[in-house]
């Protein structure tokens, strides 16, 4: 369990946090619980996140025991900057959709004083890290992995396997298009795969 240090902030020094994992990990129920915490402490909280991310909600963000937190979605990184205007606690949710310029964007808020709360997959449905997260994570002072429970097997899990045959990186979905797996669960689906296209072709 993460515990907030709000001596930093006291200070006018600034941090990075990053939660990371798979999906239906709880990354969302994290985020907003941290920055709830932070609003009943009388911080001053600003939340964005990607604008494609519309899957529950075109401008709130939801997780996935459906609680909301209000959120300003925006199309590049650089706009957070416009926007994170006497703040003291910034949260991003779904950030492996942002750009790569997120990380130095988190870098310079937590530069001039502000508590940055991260929240994103850390690995695509190909098991490769996934976007700024990788980056984050190593910029970070703290960084929270949660697991979800293999569908298969019941074990944690932290790869996002994807149950369809499309190969583009982002892909929104939900239970009907990814399901959470453990290591060995995620590499007998890769196999899996792996033949039915092979048997696919040789029936070509």
Partial sequence: MFLENDRNLNQGRGWIEVICGSMFSGKTEELIRRLTRARIARQK?????????????EQNVVS?????????????????????????????????????????????????????????????????????IPALMATAEYVTKVHAICMRCGNLAHYSHR??????LVMLGETDTYEPLCRSCYLKAQNETTKMQHTDKEAL
């Fill in 64 to 132: 996935h025991n459906e609680n909301v937190i209000q959120s300003s979605p925006v199309q590049h990184s650089s706009q957070i900057l416009l926007y994170a205007h006497q703040v003291d606690v910034v949260g991003i949710d779904e950030a492996q959709f942002f750009d790569d310029q997120l990380v130095s964007v988190c870098n310079k808020l937590a530069t001039s004083g502000i508590r940055v709360i991260v929240a994103g997959l850390d690995m695509d449905f190909s098991g490769k890290p996934f976007g700024p």
């Fill in 45 to 57: 909280v600003e939340i964005f996140k990607p604008a494609i991310d519309t899957r529950f909600d």
């Fill in 163 to 168: 149950k369809t045959d499309e190969k583009k």
